[in-house]
């Protein structure tokens, strides 16, 4: 099979964001919040049947973490924005600190790789907790175009919990990054010394 069960929802997904965006844009946030929690949906479906059908593949490990980051991306960015007709809108300090540190993973991400060929970076336990809070906060700011007070009243604790964890994951992949770099270098000047030994 060319694109595993799990791989298919995963590409779903993807292709649910210029759905979701547009049906924003178009002033249809009922519909939108309907796509998104689809989306949603298949993001936990996708690693769900990975492991129940023994399905787990390189691409899918790949794939996997790009839709969250493209869904997640498209939607905060989309939510902050004023002029998008919604009853609540998702804090533009909290959209850049979310990108921000995206961006600062990947970075380091590619800098870990060119210096140590190192290729495995597994999310972390805070990391998938990050981005289940993320989901949330974006479900609970569309759930509150459907008139939901118990919604718009969450919102601003959901806001700081996202805050919270985006920062303290931020900071678990500064230190883990770190300490690669740190332990390849130690081991790079150890091998001529045993070498010279």
Same mark, same amino acid.
């Given at each position: !099979?060319?694109?595993?069960?799990?791989?298919?929802?995963?590409?779903?997904? !993807?292709?649910?964001?210029? /759905?979701?965006?547009?049906?924003?844009?178009? @002033?249809? #946030?009922?519909? +939108?919040?309907?796509?998104?929690?689809?989306?949603?949906?298949?993001?936990?479906? $996708?690693?769900?049947?990975?492991?129940?059908?023994?399905?787990?593949? *390189?691409?899918?490990?790949?794939? @996997?973490?790009? %839709?969250?980051?493209?869904?997640? &991306?498209? +939607?905060?960015?989309?939510?902050?924005?004023?002029?998008? #007709?919604?009853?609540?809108?998702? #804090?533009?300090?909290? &959209?850049?600190?979310?990108?921000?540190?995206?961006?600062? =993973?990947?970075?380091? *991400?590619? /800098?870990?790789?060119?210096?140590?060929?190192?290729?495995?970076? #597994?999310?972390?336990?805070?990391?998938?907790?990050? &981005? %289940?809070?993320?989901?949330?906060?974006?479900?609970?700011?569309?759930?509150?175009?459907?008139?939901?007070?118990?919604?718009?009243?969450?919102?601003?604790?959901?806001?700081?919990?996202?805050?919270?964890? &985006?920062? +303290?994951?931020?900071?678990?992949? %500064?230190?883990?990054? =770190?300490?690669?770099?740190?332990?390849?270098?130690?081991? $790079?000047?150890?091998?001529?010394?045993?070498?010279?030994?």
């Amino acid at each position: !099979m060319l694109l595993t069960y799990a791989n298919q929802l995963t590409i779903l997904r !993807m292709l649910f964001v210029p /759905v979701f965006v547009i049906l924003l844009i178009y @002033d249809h #946030p009922k519909a +939108a919040t309907v796509v998104f929690l689809l989306a949603a949906v298949t993001d936990g479906l $996708d690693g769900l049947l990975a492991r129940k059908l023994q399905q787990k593949t *390189v691409l899918g490990s790949f794939l @996997d973490p790009m %839709a969250d980051k493209i869904l997640l &991306t498209a +939607a905060f960015i989309t939510l902050t924005i004023p002029s998008v #007709p919604l009853a609540l809108h998702i #804090p533009t300090w909290l &959209t850049i600190l979310t990108i921000g540190r995206d961006v600062l =993973i990947a970075v380091s *991400v590619l /800098v870990i790789h060119m210096q140590t060929s190192h290729s495995q970076f #597994p999310p972390s336990f805070l990391g998938k907790c990050t &981005t %289940a809070v993320q989901l949330l906060v974006v479900a609970v700011c569309m759930l509150a175009n459907f008139d939901l007070r118990p919604a718009a009243a969450v919102f601003p604790v959901v806001v700081y919990a996202t805050l919270a964890l &985006t920062v +303290a994951s931020g900071l678990h992949y %500064a230190s883990k990054s =770190i300490k690669i770099i740190a332990s390849y270098q130690e081991n $790079d000047h150890e091998g001529p010394r045993g070498q010279d030994s």
